[in-house]
Structures are given as structure tokens and as C-alpha cells.
T-cell receptor
Framework: GAVVSQHPSWVICKSGTSVKIECRSL??????MFWYRQFPKQSLMLMAT?????????EQGVEKDKFLINHASLTLSTLTVTSAHPEDSSFYIC????????????FGPGTRLTVL | RKEVEQDPGPFNVPEGATVAFNCTYS??????FFWYRQDCRKEPKLLMS???SGNEDGRFTAQLNRASQYISLLIRDSKLSDSATYLC?????????????FGKGTSLLVTP
């Protein structure tokens, strides 16, 4: 299957700093990528849909000014958590694929963010 | 009401047992359904897509009941390596991309 990478795999930062997470599709072009967040013992929750060359679509309750998404190329989407706070500590996962109803989505390995 | 609901478990079963998980979804317009497996602190990995006619892959059988809006996963002859969390996923809105709506997951522990 297709490969999606994420960087960094984990990050610890101080409250108030910004953290950038990269999601790359390594062997295919991804016009659409999805960003999910998972809190402990909770389900993956869709945060936003990232579209190459256009603005991201955010789910209800997700602040677009806090979670900045940039999808400048067909192989890279970035999520920047601005002014991170402890409640932003979570597991952030990107995925790509899903271009048709049964087209498999490929998930990155996730980024574990801890904000002190 | 949550859109995708699963029994969180945990299910503790002995090796060799048969175990079944159910999942219900609320959006009747959903078109595609999946079971994912997630190991601790890892990303989810696709286990099976679930088709209307039901489908089987080795020890795993998936069923879809559109009328009742639920899907199921049956695992036969459980192995220790089957221990994981199983996530039910349903596509959110076929008209705006194919992002997935996940259940909270059902935890399975297979014991010797």
C-alpha cells in the first residue's frame, strides 16, 4: 500500500509555543489529506480536510486560526498548532487516499504532542 | 447521539475463541464501512472493508446490515497477536470527500 510519513513522531514543548507537523505522501500524489486528533481512550476525530492549492475545510469546533493547515504541494501537508496549550496535547494523525468511497485511506504514523 | 458507536469492551478471550464486535452508525447516507485495527500508541491500520454482501478474509468476517445500520466483525480462532483495539469507521459525507468517522474502538485481549 501507499506510504504516508509524519514528522516529528513526538514533540514536547512549552505552553505558548507553536508546533509544526508535516505529513508526506511518499509514493503517490495526494490532492486531499485529512488531519485527525485522538485523545487517550477516545476515537480519532476529524479536524480538517486539507486540499492542495486551496484552503482547508475545518470541522465544527476546530479553530482554523489555531490549527493552521498548508497543503502547498501534492506530497506535503502541514499542520501548525499555534500557541499550544496543555489541552492541545494529543495524538495527531494525517491520512491520505480515500479518493472514492472504498478507496483505502493510508495513515501516517502519527505525532504525539505533549504541551507542558 | 454519537454517529458511530461501539462497545468499548474490553473483551478478554482465551486463545482459539471466537469473538464478535458490533458497531452502529447514525447516518443512513453513509456509503462505505471499514474495520481498522489500532495497536497501542500506533496509527490505525485497515483490517477489512465491509461490503453489503458481507466478506471474509481468513479468520475475519465482516457483515453490514444497512436496514439496522450496523456492521459487525467476527474473529475466529483468536490468536494472541489479535490483541488490539478494533475501530469501526464510516465515511462521513460522500459529497465532500471521504474522510472517516470512527467509533471509540473495542479493546480485545487474547490470553494464553
Amino acid at each position: 500500500g501507499a506510504v504516508v510519513s509524519q514528522h516529528p513522531s513526538w514533540v514536547i514543548c512549552k505552553s505558548g509555543t507553536s508546533v509544526k507537523i508535516e505529513c508526506r505522501s511518499l509514493d503517490f500524489q495526494a490532492t486531499t489529506m485529512f488531519w485527525y486528533r485522538q485523545f487517550p481512550k477516545q476515537s480519532l476525530m476529524l479536524m480538517a480536510t486539507s486540499n492542495e492549492g486551496s484552503k482547508a475545510t475545518y470541522e465544527q469546533g476546530v479553530e482554523k486560526d489555531k490549527f493552521l493547515i498548508n497543503h502547498a504541494s501534492l506530497t506535503l501537508s502541514t499542520l501548525t498548532v499555534t500557541s499550544a496549550h496543555p489541552e492541545d496535547s494529543s495524538f495527531y494523525i494525517c491520512s491520505s487516499g480515500g479518493l472514492s468511497s472504498y478507496n483505502e485511506q493510508f495513515f501516517g504514523p502519527g505525532t504525539r504532542l505533549t504541551v507542558l | 447521539r454519537k454517529e458511530v458507536e461501539q462497545d468499548p469492551g474490553p473483551f478478554n478471550v482465551p486463545e482459539g475463541a471466537t469473538v464478535a464486535f458490533n458497531c452502529t452508525y447514525s447516518n443512513s447516507a453513509s456509503q462505505s464501512f471499514f474495520w481498522y485495527r489500532q495497536d497501542c500508541r500506533k496509527e490505525p491500520k485497515l483490517l477489512m472493508s465491509v461490503y453489503s454482501s458481507g466478506n471474509e478474509d481468513g479468520r475475519f468476517t465482516a457483515q453490514l446490515n444497512r436496514a439496522s445500520q450496523y456492521i459487525s466483525l467476527l474473529i475466529r480462532d483468536s490468536k494472541l497477536s489479535d490483541s488490539a483495539t478494533y475501530l469501526c469507521a464510516v465515511n462521513i459525507d460522500p459529497n465532500s470527500g471521504y474522510a472517516l468517522n470512527f467509533g471509540k474502538g473495542t479493546s480485545l485481549l487474547v490470553t494464553p
